[in-house]
């Protein structure tokens, strides 16, 4: 696979430059395996100063439940993704509650996580089916060939978290756009915040329709709930709608080039948390800041120090998944920490492994002969992103 943007270095005394996902080179990074077996923690810095990178399983997952390592961006200290901007403050996004420590982020926690459980989203199969059938109808209906990131794997989970929220289907385009500029590391702080503005402005009207007229949907019910405020609610969506589709988009991309390059998995639902664990797209998602002064992993992490762990190296750490760069559905790979660890663990998971099955299933037995169109490695791969993925995924059928 290819990418195709320019390399960031290594800021003076720093060692590690970072992004160290790089065009042309495997992701995840080999640097990541060196790193585990050394240190365990390596200094990197971000446009927004010196960071520590965590690599090894067990450190990461002490990073994500340490009472004195916040989530919230308005502390001293906390590393920014992109050359500027970065996860938004509750004064900038009331609700974002990924940003949030404990106990106000509990708040929140608890008016949704009935919204996720695992009887909810089989409740959701049926309109998670539809939507996959519509979507491969028109596919097929178009002709032969197709963008499989562009017609099927980020239309699919968008239209599903739409139609939770009960967000107008045409409104995807709008959304996704705002969304794109979000996740990219490259976004300006003018366009991270106009697309945050237009956002949280065209939520905050469909809220006050849904005021008036509430429908079958997770907005309404959050309406009616009454725990959160009309500015919060809007937050919240937000958070959902974003978080909702690029993630799980990138992983049903991927998951196909891994079936049609490994045959023998298709049909085995085993594949979905393999290919979660394997390709570990939101690596550079759960950005940390030290309250206090900290030991991870043997090294003393100070107050107001950053701090990154890097997703994707803990689920390649070989102390925790045998030959752990191999793609093996047969392994217990239910340790994984592909959505977080601790009490920010992603919410939407449930939702998101019974989308990627229903994706997958439904795409091969409706289109068995479905092949790349082009080789391999010349799948553009995703440089400039917070998230792991491909651009396009150009197929073809007979
Ligand atoms: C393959 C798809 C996905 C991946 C890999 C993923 C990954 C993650 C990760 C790593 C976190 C933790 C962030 C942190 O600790 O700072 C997280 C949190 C979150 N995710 Fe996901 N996610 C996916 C899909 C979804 C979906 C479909 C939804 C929509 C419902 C969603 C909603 C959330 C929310 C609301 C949080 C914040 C939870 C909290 O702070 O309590 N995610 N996700």
């Not at 995840?28 to 200094?43: S, T």
């Not at 988009?249 to 948390?273: C, F, H, K, S, Y």
């Not at 309250?291 to 390649?316: F, K, T, W």
């Amino acid at each position: 696979m290819s990418t195709g943007a320019e390399e960031m270095t290594a800021a003076p005394g720093c060692p590690v430059a970072f992004p160290l996902r790089k065009p042309g080179r495997a992701f995840p990074p080999p640097e990541y395996h060196d790193y585990r077996a050394g240190e365990g923690l390596v200094r990197s810095a971000l446009p927004s100063g010196p960071v520590w990178l965590v690599t090894r399983h067990e450190d990461v997952r002490a990073v994500l439940t340490d009472p004195r390592i916040s989530a919230d961006p308005s502390k001293p200290g906390f590393p920014k993704a992109g050359r500027t901007g970065g996860a938004p403050s509750q004064d900038e996004v009331p609700g974002w509650f990924v940003a949030l420590d404990p106990p106000e982020h509990g708040r929140f926690r608890k008016t949704l996580i009935p919204e996720f459980t695992v009887r909810k989203v089989r409740e959701m199969r049926p309109a998670i089916q539809r939507i996959v059938d519509e979507r491969i109808d028109a596919m097929l209906a178009a002709g032969s060939r197709a963008d499989l990131i562009a017609d099927f794997a980020l239309p699919v989970p968008s239209l599903v978290i739409a139609g939770l929220l009960g967000v107008p289907r045409a409104d995807r385009d709008f959304f996704e756009a705002r969304t794109r500029v979000l996740v990219t590391l490259s976004s300006t702080d003018e366009e991270r915040d106009a697309a945050s503005k237009a956002l949280l402005r065209y939520l905050g009207r469909l809220i006050r329709i849904k005021e008036r007229r509430p429908g079958d949907d997770l907005i309404s019910r959050l309406i009616a709930a009454g725990t959160l405020s009309l500015q919060e609610l809007s937050g919240v969506s937000m958070l959902l709608l974003i978080a909702g589709h690029e993630t799980t988009a990138n992983n049903i991309g991927l998951g196909v080039v891994q079936l049609l390059t490994n045959p023998q998995w298709i049909g085995d639902n085993r594949v979905v948390e393999e290919l979660l664990r394997y390709y570990s797209v939101a690596d550079l998602v759960a950005f940390r800041v030290a309250v206090e002064d900290v030991e991870i992993g043997g090294q003393l992490i100070r107050a107001g120090e950053g701090i990154v762990p890097l997703i994707a190296a803990a689920n390649h750490d070989g102390e925790v998944f045998a030959a752990p760069d191999g793609f093996d559905p047969e392994r217990s790979a239910r340790s994984h920490v592909a959505f977080g660890y601790g009490v920010h663990q992603c919410l939407g998971q449930n939702l998101v492994r019974v989308e990627m099955e229903i994706a997958y299933r439904s795409l091969f037995a409706r289109i068995p002969s479905l092949e790349l169109a082009v080789p391999v490695e010349e799948l553009p791969v995703k440089y400039d992103g917070v998230l792991f993925g491909l651009h396009e995924l150009p197929v073809r059928w007979k």
